[in-house]
């Protein structure tokens, strides 16, 4: 078996992207896609209106990709990995219904979220549908181990959302709490994804969880890396907001770095604006400031690629073909991409 | 097989209530409690605090009572119905804490409500905790067919919520449209729980509908009387805010009636309050006064008393026990209660 080409590779190579993993899934992700938007269907027409909204509004499809990926890496030859990628997207755009009402968020890919359109009651509601809709289909499907992994990151994902309430404001939020929160607010359906298309496939227990580990290992350098964007140039040039996170009060990486290497009079200045929440219209270019000049956005990048290569070194298990360069490649997207 | 006393018999009776069911089925609800506190435990604390403020806030636990109450009677003798019912609880919690963000509202059943206490956002994300829960219950159970049947109540309840949000403040929404919303948000649950307990004994098909159709017309039944109550003084009576359905300009059966037998000026005036939402402080006593007048309040709780006797002749199929007679006064109850 050929060794896993590492993420560090990319500085020399063209960059990476998430084509070649298109090109090879694009007939099953045509069928899921197909599937979203047939299961989003209600007699009630608000909820495919609002569901559609959020659905089509260009995601990069990443977690029932990794479904299908694994499933096809597994050499799964049948259709269930179509519905439970459906299923899989569902869940993921319930939770994204729900968290633009609790960030109070306006703007999702540079388009009104469902909640500034339609207001937070329908968004609240249509993300319980999806969710329901999920389960729907899992039963359909039939898998009790689906079930079972599927509900319990959906608990997860709840109780890395509540935890990051808590600790937001929390200038003394140490990095162990931070990544506890998005191992599972993202990271774990990013794992769960993964596990299932092999379980599917009915593969031994290494592989699944070598599948995990990448979904997970992904799912961090994922969450790292968005959490980085907030603060970067990068950013508002793709004509995304930038400084979500620090007028929501969210301790992130970054600021968590800058913080633990400021002076005095920085971590009063960090105190101040993520604490108190008291945010003058220039706080936010002296905090990219600060944590340009600690360097925290290289220290989060640093991390990011870090779990990109464990999520790489997870694939070693598989033989090299086509698919499992695709997702090595889709490691390295995690680091470089610009959204 | 007995005929089964009609609810007509209460007038003669003393007042019905739910003591009988809590009688037989305490050892049961006692494990169900003891359950939901052990399976609301979250690593967040937040969590079970939240969840626990809503969860001992003294709900009737009607819809877990259903599920024992039908394995019970299908002469069931495992516990299975016990995680179930605690499943059945935890669906319930998850729409109450989402309905009351939804609904604004910062008062249930006389204490503050979780979104009052807590803000929105952990509401928010503890329902979806609940929820989640709910399904991991059911996933150690292991049936596909309970999944099946609380997955489909579940999107069917969104569907309901959804629908009454898009008929507010439409005074030409039709009974037949209401009915629609108060059998998918309400009743649905309703005969879920008690067809479940139906499934795990592994009953004819008969019985698992029977069941189901008591808990739809008891679910119809108590959705009309808790919509009257809300223009009712009895429910002022017991400290209960009066009019809050009239505030949020729902269209409910006692308004349907009062619209329809209205003046063109009484017209104008519900035209004006509910889908203008130009309400002034007098409004409530005027609302209050034609729906009375017009016998709004008594032609809900005649069509109220229709569906509990439906709801009491689904059980002739089975015999008469003290348990079955136990859910005929529950049908009862629904129609005489005062909260």
Redesign the interface.
């Known amino acids: 078996m050929e060794p896993v080409t590492s993420t560090a590779d990319k500085l020399s190579a063209p960059a990476a992207s998430l084509d070649p993993l298109f090109q090879l899934l694009g007939d099953d992700l045509i069928r899921v896609n197909r599937l979203i938007v047939e299961r989003m269907h209600?007699?009630?027409?608000?909820?495919p209106q609002l569901a559609g909204h959020i659905v089509s509004a260009g995601g990069k499809r990443l977690r029932p990709m990794l479904t299908l990926a694994a499933a096809r890496l597994c050499g799964y030859r049948g259709d269930r990995h179509i519905a439970l990628a459906a299923a899989v997207e569902f869940i993921h755009t319930?939770?994204l219904l729900?968290d633009d009402?609790?960030d109070e968020s306006a703007l999702r890919r540079g388009r009104d979220t469902a909640n500034e359109v339609w207001g937070?009651?329908?968004a609240?509601?249509?993300g319980?549908?999806l969710?329901?809709?999920a389960?729907?289909l899992m039963?359909e499907d039939?898998s009790?181990r689906v079930?079972?992994i599927l509900?319990?990151a959906?608990?997860v994902?709840?109780?890395g959302?509540?935890?990051q309430?808590?600790t937001a404001n929390d200038t003394s939020t140490t990095e162990a709490a931070y990544l506890e929160v998005i191992e599972a607010k993202t990271a774990a359906l990013f794992a769960a994804a993964a596990r299932i298309g092999a379980v599917i496939s009915d593969r031994p227990d290494a592989e699944e969880d070598a599948l995990a580990r990448f979904g997970r290992n992904l799912g961090i350098a994922f969450q790292l890396i968005d959490d980085m964007l907030d603060f970067s140039a990068r950013q508002s040039e793709l004509g995304k907001s930038v400084g979500d996170d620090f007028r929501d009060g969210k301790i992130t990486l970054p600021i968590l770095i800058a913080f633990a290497r400021g002076t005095p009079e920085e971590q009063t200045f960090w105190r101040r604006t993520l604490e108190d929440g008291d945010q003058t219209p220039d706080d936010l270019d002296h905090a990219i400031d600060l944590i340009e000049r600690h360097g925290a956005l290289d220290e989060t990048m640093a991390r990011a690629e870090a779990y990109a290569t464990k999520a790489t070194d997870a694939l070693q298990l598989f033989p090299d073909t086509p698919l499992r360069r695709a997702l090595v490649e889709t490691a390295a997207f995690a680091t470089t991409r610009g959204f």
């Open positions: 209600s007699p009630v027409a608000l909820i319930a939770t729900h009402v609790v937070n009651k329908p609240i509601l249509v319980d549908f969710f329901s809709r389960f729907q039963v039939g009790l079930l079972d509900s319990t959906s608990a994902i709840a109780e959302e509540v935890q309430l808590v």
